[in-house]
């Protein structure tokens, strides 16, 4: 990453290979990044680590990914959180839809292609000011 | 105010429709066909989001790269909708500085709430930047505030709107019809004399700092030059 400033990403999802897939990229590229396995541990490690953004994953195991979303965006700290969120392959377009509607930033499907993976998160947060 | 797309697409059942789902949803549409007239059209106009069908750009990497090294034009969200799947050809695209690239066929529901998503977020940004500043009139948008020669001045929303374009887009005559369709909608039943009318208050509550700052261009429209 060009900047020199600490971006620190929260990845939520419940599929460990995906949490390191992504934390390999992602710490290559020189982001900082937290990992969470449910809903439940994302919402608790978004109030301890205080991320720049959130990597959220549809279909968590207790919180489905589009209430959580809703869920930080009524949250006045985190509502202007930039959020991407990771969807399985046969998703359906509506949900793609309602992700966006509900306060998603951005939505990839997976697999995810990691320089495509990086170049959108740094637009998304070019987008939001924060780099 | 209305939020206004620029749609450079030379598919034209596409445009229809997606024009038609942008003014359901109560955007202002503007449509092109070609990238030589979406580039003129984007610096005229600085539309709040471009979309750029690839089949229209003859070379989309230059096609971003020329928006966001221009100041004026660096803050105006691209999106193009993609003419190929191939990951690399999106990679380049995205690497330009496009802040979004949905593959073939378009989605037209999905292409709306990711131009919702990405105006929501550059709202959020922009409500707290921007300042505007010509001759002795300051504008403040986030704080809904203008100054005329360091005194503060009141003005009703509509009047401000009117006075935030004029200031944005600094130097281009805009003209009555524009005005009318961007401040009140394409479904405002007054005519053009409403903006006259704005304009004639606007012009008395700033005072001199007006001055030759806001031209009336004859049979054109008005412009704010400094």
């Known amino acids: ?131 | 105010m209305k939020l206004q797309v620029l749609l450079v697409n030379k598919n034209v059942k596409e445009t229809q429709e997606i024009k038609a789902a942008l003014i359901t949803c109560g955007y202002l549409v503007i449509g092109v066909v070609s990238q030589e007239d979406g580039l003129k059209t984007v610096a005229e106009i600085q539309p709040d989001i471009a979309v750029f069908a690839q089949d229209v750009m003859i070379n989309p990497e230059q096609c971003c790269t020329f928006m966001k090294a221009d100041p004026k034009l660096s803050n105006i969200p691209i999106i193009v909708l993609g003419n190929t799947q191939q990951p690399e050809v999106m990679i380049s695209v995205l690497n330009a500085g496009a802040d979004d690239y949905l593959n073939p066929p378009v989605s037209i529901p999905e292409l709306i709430a990711r131009i919702k998503a990405i105006l929501r977020r550059v709202s959020m940004r922009g409500v707290i930047e921007e300042i505007l500043k010509c001759g002795d009139i300051e504008l403040n948008l986030a704080k809904f505030q203008v100054r005329a020669k360091d005194k503060d001045v009141k003005l009703a929303p509509k009047e401000f709107d009117l006075l935030y374009l004029l200031m944005k887009r600094k130097n281009y005559v805009l003209s009555r019809e524009f005005l009318l369709d961007r401040i009140w909608g394409y479904d405002y039943e007054g005519d053009t004399r409403t903006v006259d009318v704005h304009i004639r208050r606007l012009r008395r509550k700033l005072g001199t700092a007006a001055g030759k700052i806001v031209r009336t261009v004859h049979g054109r429209g008005y412009c704010v030059t400094e």
């Open chain 1, 1 to 131: 990453m060009a900047e020199n400033k600490v971006v620190k990403i929260l990845i939520v999802d419940d599929d460990p290979n995906m949490r390191d897939t992504l934390t390999d990229v992602l710490e290559l590229d020189g982001f900082v990044v937290k990992s969470a396995a449910s809903g439940k541990e994302g919402l608790e490690k978004l109030k301890a680590e205080n991320p720049t953004m959130l990597i959220l994953d549809l279909q968590l195991p207790d919180i489905a990914g589009l209430e959580l979303c809703q869920i930080i965006r009524k949250d006045p700290e985190f509502a202007a959180i930039p959020i991407l969120m990771l969807t399985g392959r046969f998703i359906q377009a509506d949900d793609k839809v309602s992700g966006l509607d509900l306060g998603a930033d951005e939505y990839l499907v997976k697999p995810v292609n990691p320089p495509e993976l990086v170049l959108r998160i740094k637009n998304l947060l070019r987008r939001c000011g924060v780099v």
